[in-house]
């Protein structure tokens, strides 16, 4: 028995050859991972601890504010910026980019700055399992539902590594031969 679908499933990628459903999906995922944590953030841009106990020196405004809603932007735009993985203007320049727009993407210029970034970000789980293991001191906290929240925003940080690692893997496999 075969199922009639009124409609045609939507293409799956714009790329010159398939993109696996997992790597499209991770890679969408990606942005929505980050962004507990980038929101987790925010309050603390306007000296809003968020429950944790900390005897640090505080920075003025001027500093943090521009600091913490840049690292938060920065980490979003990292994180949409590794769709490319996954999409056409990631083998293929757009062609409103000045001078470039149109050229092919050389694939080492895309999976050595993702490996690298991947490297990198797999680095903050070491520091949750360390935190775990008690090799390295935790953040105090005022109540159990303040580190309760901070963990479930936080948490999600850890798989950003793996996912770009996993991401640029299938991207060199998909144009290995380009």
């Not at 840049?70 to 769709?83: F, N, Q, R, T, Y």
């Not at 949750?128 to 309760?148: F, H, K």
Request: hydrophobic share 55%; aromatic share 12%.
């Amino acid at each position: 028995m075969t199922i009639s679908l009124p409609h045609k499933a939507p293409a799956t990628s714009d790329t010159e050859r398939p993109v696996p459903r997992w790597a499209l999906r991770a890679a969408y995922a990606l942005p929505w991972l980050l962004l507990p944590s980038c929101l987790w953030r925010l309050p603390f841009a306007f000296h809003f601890e968020m429950g944790q106990l900390d005897d640090a020196p505080v920075s003025p405004l001027w500093i943090t504010i521009p600091y913490v809603f840049g690292l938060s932007v920065l980490s979003e735009l990292a994180a949409l910026l590794c769709i490319g993985l996954v999409r056409r203007w990631g083998e293929v320049v757009p062609g409103w980019i000045p001078f470039l727009g149109g050229r092919r993407v050389r694939p080492m210029a895309a999976i050595v700055p993702a490996v690298a970034g991947g490297v990198v970000l797999s680095m903050l789980p070491v520091q949750t399992v360390l935190q775990w293991a008690g090799a390295v001191d935790r953040v105090a906290y005022a109540n159990v539902w303040w580190e309760i929240l901070a963990t479930a925003c936080v948490s999600p940080l850890n798989l950003w590594g793996p996912i770009v690692l996993a991401l640029a893997y299938a991207y060199h496999r998909r144009r290995r031969h380009a």
